[in-house]
């Protein structure tokens, strides 16, 4: 079993940056994609970034630069920049994983992220 730690969340003034931090709880597994997704309130939730095994990245077409995906062993960060009110969601790390011989879907529980204008 694996749980996805989440950290960085917070209330940042528009313009501004926070970083996101997802840490797997354990180690010794395979890491196939890893990243975040947001969903604000009356909304669908959506990719933010991804990074996977190969090291590729993806990024939703909102983020123009801003966001940086990065892995550390198990630990995924998100370094958010030039922050917009439209960035206010809550934001899910998510992973896809090799564990146990078979591939594994974790959620975190989310943490808000609130930009002021």
């Known amino acids: 079993q694996v749980q996805l730690v989440e950290s960085g969340g917070g209330l940042v003034q528009a313009g501004g940056s926070l970083r996101l931090s997802c840490a797997a709880s354990?180690?010794?597994?395979?890491?196939?994609?890893m990243g975040w997704y947001r969903q604000a309130p009356g909304k669908q939730r959506e990719l933010v970034s991804v990074?996977?095994?190969?090291?590729s990245t993806n990024y939703g077409d909102f983020v123009k630069g801003r966001f940086t995906i990065s892995r550390d062993k198990n630990t995924v960060l998100l370094q958010m920049n030039s922050l917009k009110p439209e960035d206010t969601a809550v934001y899910y790390c998510h992973a896809e994983v090799n564990l146990y011989g078979t591939t594994l879907a974790y959620w975190g529980q989310g943490t808000q992220v609130t930009v002021s204008s």
């Open positions: 990074i996977t095994s190969g090291d």
């Open positions: 354990r180690s010794g597994f395979s890491i196939r994609t």
